[in-house]
């Protein structure tokens, strides 16, 4: 029978790995005033997540405690119900606590630190700094409309869209210490490498939501 191997534990705690590490709400966005933490499961054993605030007036979050299955992710879905002059400037905090699922002790934790802004810093649009690009010589081959490339509207990419294919299918491949797979050996990843997964698909997730 095999036994699941435990992680190694820094000063006691087990790592707790979320994205992003920060919030930043803009009182001119409303687009802003909902965001996505995503809480990643790279181990072999099943976690128990628990979040707290220090201002849980002025929050509401869609799952506030729950659990999460070995080498998955979950999203928690934090909207800022409190959007007022006020609360600009003010720095909050939530924290997330995990325990091994069976057992009552916290072996793990994450401060997120939340921040509301009065406005959101906005660059030039990147659209009104195109420019006509000169004919090609190659007269047949078609133009790209410079102006329109990169619109809100053209949807993920195939290359993000790939990855994030990529990145779920390496979270859901065996470790390096589950001997009774009956996949090559090349295809179990260590812990490092499903870190990295989780990691890169928490960036593709954000990429996929602003889009």
Excluded at 149 to 159: H, V
């Amino acid at each position: 029978m095999q036994v699941a191997r435990q992680p190694q534990l820094v000063d006691g705690k087990l790592p707790v790995f979320v994205f992003p590490t920060s919030l930043t709400f803009c009182t001119d966005d409303t687009s802003s005033h909902k965001q996505i933490l995503t809480l990643y499961n790279p181990y072999d054993f099943a976690l128990k997540f628990k979040v707290l605030s220090t201002a849980p007036k002025k929050y509401t979050l869609g799952d506030t405690e729950g659990t999460i299955k070995p080498h998955c992710c979950v999203d928690i879905v934090i909207r800022h119900t409190d959007i007022s002059l006020r609360n600009e400037g003010v720095k909050d905090k939530f924290r997330i606590q995990v325990i091994e699922h069976g057992k009552k002790s916290v072996i793990g934790k994450k401060d997120i630190i939340s921040t509301l802004l009065p406005t959101r810093d906005k660059s030039p649009a990147l659209e009104e700094t195109f420019q006509q690009l000169p004919q090609s010589v190659q007269s047949s081959t078609p133009q790209v409309n410079a102006s329109k490339y990169g619109a809100p509207n053209s949807g993920p990419s195939f290359l993000i869209v790939l990855s994030a294919i990529i990145c779920l299918a390496a979270l859901m491949l065996p470790s390096q210490d589950e001997k009774d797979s009956r996949l090559p050996v090349y295809l179990h990843l260590s812990l490092h490498q499903k870190l990295i997964a989780a990691y890169v698909l928490g960036l593709v997730t954000m990429a996929l939501l602003r889009i």
